[in-house]
């Protein structure tokens, strides 16, 4: 089974983003199918690794629910922001990888890459 994690980072801050909500779903024929909701820890990651069985064909979807986040770190400011929610579209065709897809975020703006 392929293994995904996630560690969200606040770019105004330079701190972890705990307690952001994240639902992950896979995508076939453009239908999105639930697998799992969840939040990131106090640390800012997935308090567990995912471990997935792998479907090639399928896309997989993971969106991550910043508005909230933000919203009640700086609410004064949130009327500022252009992002309420991160959605990232991404493949995992290896069984036997680690998958972690970390983020830099902000209200907006947002960095992401991939990292075994």
Do not use: C, Q
């Not at 293994?3 to 980072?9: C, D, G, N, T």
């Not at 997935?52 to 399928?58: A, H, K, M, V």
């Not at 986040?69 to 065709?93: H, L």
């Amino acid at each position: 089974m392929a293994i995904l994690s996630s560690h969200l980072l606040n770019a105004i801050t330079g701190k972890h983003a705990g307690y952001v909500k994240i639902i992950l779903s896979n995508l076939v024929n453009n239908t999105s199918h639930f697998i799992l909701e969840t939040n990131t820890d106090e640390g800012g990651r997935l308090s567990e690794n995912i471990e997935i069985e792998l479907y090639r064909s399928y896309e997989y979807e993971m969106v991550i629910f910043i508005e909230d986040y933000f919203k009640k770190k700086n609410p004064g400011k949130w009327k500022n922001r252009i992002i309420s929610d991160i959605v990232i579209r991404f493949k995992m065709e290896d069984d036997n990888k680690k998958y972690h897809i970390p983020l830099i975020i902000s209200p907006n703006g947002y960095s992401v890459w991939w990292s075994e």
